[in-house]
């Protein structure tokens, strides 16, 4: 009883004071990239004081965030672990699939705060925007963020990545970082969000440049090294 009253009170107050905040984020972009990602950030960490209070659920970050650009891989298992990307990796520009980039308003904010839209068909044509939006990203002096498995994937499971990624890899040339985390286990896709504590870990930086099966291997591992069935 206690956990379906915190998770009313979480959507009453989340969404409820999400709305405003969205739909307000055309005028942050008004002065310029800088301040929009700090009012995206802003967004997040309400989030966060949302998931903590209302919902009892906090985080642990284990490993270190690493200096400069990288590209990085996560694992994707709930709306939780996309939210809080911005702040936890300092403001990288993160690969979305093009739905969440046609949300009036707020797909706009995304696109101006540095979203890159995808296809899930991931055509040829939608793979060599993504390339391209990214070697501008890079121009930029941002990290790319990407989850490789292309959607949120079921606790205990580890589909092989999208082709998306062992493009990004390669092309943009930046060291890749794998990012575990266990959000499923406490905010799943269906049914009530429990108190407790989400984990996320860094693994250690993988050279740019590798063969795309070792690429891939260690960016499949390092994202599921968390990723352990519900008991």
């Not at 009012?39 to 309400?46: F, M, S, T």
């Not at 060599?128 to 606790?155: K, Q």
């Not at 990624?165 to 406490?186: E, Q, T, W």
Request: charged share 20%; proline share 8%; with cysteine.
């Amino acid at each position: 009883m206690i956990v379906r009253l915190r998770n009313i009170a979480f959507a009453l107050v989340f969404w409820t004071g999400s709305v405003p905040i969205v739909l307000f984020a055309p005028v942050g972009a008004l002065f310029g990239h800088r301040i929009l990602r700090a009012y995206v950030r802003g967004w997040v960490k309400y989030h966060c004081w949302c998931a903590r209070v209302l919902l009892g659920i906090s985080i642990r970050v284990e490993g270190n965030r690493p200096a400069g650009q990288v590209l990085y891989v996560a694992k994707h298992q709930s709306m939780f672990d996309a939210i809080i990307a911005p702040d936890l990796f300092d403001a990288p520009v993160i690969v979305l699939k093009r739905e969440l980039a046609d949300i009036p308003v707020w797909g706009w904010a995304a696109k101006r705060y540095g979203a890159i839209a995808v296809d899930r068909e991931a055509s040829g044509v939608a793979l060599r925007r993504m390339l391209r939006e990214a070697a501008a990203a890079r121009a930029a002096g941002r990290s790319v963020l990407i989850f490789p498995e292309g959607t949120r994937v079921p606790l205990g499971e580890q589909p092989p990545l999208r082709p998306g990624f062992a493009g990004l890899y390669r092309s943009l040339n930046l060291p890749l970082v794998a990012i575990a985390n266990d959000s499923g286990r406490l905010w799943p896709r269906k049914g009530l969000k429990l108190p407790g504590v989400v984990t996320f870990r860094y693994a250690d930086p993988v050279p740019p440049g590798l063969p795309r099966d070792e690429a891939e291997a260690a960016a499949h591992a390092g994202i599921n090294v968390l990723d352990v069935p519900a008991v």
